[in-house]
């Protein structure tokens, strides 16, 4: 089956530094990669859309100078919170898909939790 | 407005026993996909099962299966025999192709009892 990493799985840090969570695709060619957060005891909520070469596609609230998304290769995205805060402390899931799928493949996800 | 409703925020089930869990959505395409998914304590997303609109034949997944009443805009999950590795999260989910968002539900939390 398809498989997708993310790392590091947890990460504390200082309020005010940035923070670099990847996203990897093992087995395949994930043409289309999507950004979670997760709020404990809630649903997933979309935070950005991107595909492979391309700017990402924020979801509206979502703010594009403080989650820099980038997606340079067909196996790697990468999601930075930059200047992160307390707030930002959160769970963060990456899913990807390809085009010979219909479905999205999940990483394990990434507890931030900023101090 | 793309949407899915979780109606039941908990449901417990007796071990062995079956539940079902319901799902509503609304879309204007005809053309999507739906999904269940699980997510036990440790927080993976696990795809439980899968429905293509266009298939009328409900999906089934050994203990998994769905009713799924595309008029009424409904996709039921229900899991025969629970386990007590069934207790999770559920969330339902659709998305009309590839590449496209997935719009979750809120979630039900199934607790499984001796």
């Known amino acids: 089956g398809a498989v997708v990493s993310q790392h590091p799985s947890r990460v504390i840090c200082k309020s005010g530094t940035s923070v670099k969570i990847e996203c990897r695709s093992l087995?395949?060619?994930?043409?289309?990669m999507f950004w979670y957060r997760q709020f404990p005891k809630q649903s997933l909520m979309l935070m950005a859309t991107?595909?492979?070469?391309?700017?990402?596609?924020?979801e509206q609230g979502v703010e594009k100078d403080k989650f820099l998304i980038n997606h340079a290769s067909l196996t790697l995205s990468t999601l930075t919170v930059t200047s992160a805060h307390p707030e930002d402390s959160s769970f963060y899931i990456c899913s990807a898909t390809g085009l010979a799928y219909n479905e999205q493949f999940f990483g394990p996800g990434t507890r931030l939790t900023v101090l | 407005a793309q949407t899915v409703t979780q109606s039941q925020p908990e449901m417990s089930v007796q071990e062995a026993e079956t539940v079902t869990l319901s799902c509503t959505y609304d879309?204007?395409?005809?053309?999507?996909?739906l999904f269940w998914y699980k997510q036990p304590p440790s927080r993976q997303m696990i795809l439980v099962i899968r429905q293509e609109a266009y298939k009328q034949q409900n999906a089934t997944e050994n203990r998994f299966s769905v009713n799924f009443q595309k008029a009424a805009k409904s996709f039921s999950l229900k899991i025969s025999d629970s386990q007590l590795g069934d207790a999770a999260m559920y969330f339902c989910?659709?998305?009309?192709?590839?590449?496209?968002?997935?719009?979750f539900g809120t979630g039900t939390r199934l607790q499984v009892t001796l």
């Open positions: 991107s595909n492979e070469g391309s700017k990402a596609t924020y």
């Open positions: 087995d395949f060619q994930a043409t289309t």
């Open positions: 879309t204007s395409e005809s053309d999507y996909y």
């Open positions: 989910a659709y998305h009309t192709g590839t590449a496209s968002k997935l719009t």
